[in-house]
Structure formats: C-alpha cells, structure tokens
C-alpha cells in the first residue's frame, strides 16, 4: 500500500513485479530533494522470484534474482540503474555449502552477476558499494541481498 506523500516528504509503495515485503515496510520510497530530483531508497532485495515465491538454493541464482528484483523496483520509482548511487551488499558467511563457504566473500560470485547487471543494465557504471559478511538474512534460505539508493533528475520544467 502506497502511503500519501506530503509536499516534500518520502513516499513509500511496493512494485506489483517484486515480492511483496511483510507489513512493516514498503520497498520502495522517493524522497524529494529538489523541484528536479529525488533519492529513491531500495529496501534491501534477495532472490525470491516474485512469480513463484521460489528461492534458488544456489548463491549465483539468489544474486541474479535479486539484480532483476532491483531492476523492477528502480523502474516502478522512475529511475534506472544509471541512476544509483551507492550500493550495499550483504552475504551470509556459513551458508551450509562447504565449497562456498570456504572462499573469501568477495569471490563468492555475486560480483561478477552484479558488474553483468550494470553493464547490460547502465553502460558499466560502478558506483561505490559496501560489501558485509554476515551471520544471516531475514530469512533461512535467503544467501544474499542488494539495497540500492539512486537519484533521479527530472528535466526542468
């Protein structure tokens, strides 16, 4: 449910194409900078096919969701990923699977899918992004998830 935004204060709402969040938060919300501009905040997205409610038990596959996941939210707020501005990523530590667990965070395979993400996605933009390690996600099988900010400019008027 999209909560009515005041003059100037953050309005929040949930995509139709994304996986709809429990109630306590919507997963998207644009605030106002300027007449022209507003930040566009991205609760964090994980890879749940919004079709099926399917989670993938591999790692690659939750990354890839989670970057489509991205991509319908940034649409439905009017931005592309061009328009990001920084990027976090979290990554569960002990996931279980021994080969995977036993590489470095960093070289667990989202890097690859996310630089594929914003290469087809944003001409190859790299904005700044924080990487963590750690114990879970709100979720069991959940491995990975990606909370973005952008900006959008609106052409002068």
Same mark, same amino acid.
């Given at each position: 449910?999209?909560?009515? +935004?005041?003059?100037? #204060? ?13 109630? &306590?938060?919507? +997963? *998207?919300? &644009? &605030? ?12 964090? +997205?994980?890879?749940?096919?919004? #079709? ?9 596959? #939750? ?7 991205? #991509? ?14 920084? =990027?976090?990523?979290?990554? *569960?530590? $002990? &996931? ?37 390690? *750690?114990?879970?996600?709100?979720? $069991? ?6 909370? =973005? ?7 002068? $008027?």
């Amino acid at each position: 449910m999209a909560s009515p +935004q005041p003059p100037g #204060q953050p309005r929040t709402f949930n995509p139709a194409n994304v996986p709809a969040p429990p109630p &306590t938060y919507n +997963q *998207v919300a &644009t &605030t106002p900078l300027a007449p022209t501009s507003e930040l566009i905040t991205l609760a964090g +997205q994980v890879g749940i096919d919004p #079709q099926t409610r399917h989670i993938p038990g591999d790692f690659v596959s #939750q990354a890839r969701i989670a970057c489509r996941n991205v #991509q319908a939210c940034l649409a439905a707020a009017g931005a592309t990923p061009r328009d990001i501005v920084h =990027v976090r990523h979290y990554i *569960v530590h $002990k &996931t279980g699977n021994a080969d995977l667990d036993a590489l470095e965070i960093f070289d667990r395979g989202w890097g690859p899918v996310w630089m594929e993400f914003m290469d087809r996605e944003a001409d190859g933009h790299r904005p700044p992004d924080t990487v963590l390690g *750690v114990a879970a996600l709100a979720g $069991k099988s959940l491995l990975y998830e990606v909370e =973005v900010w952008a900006i959008r400019h609106a052409p002068a $008027k």
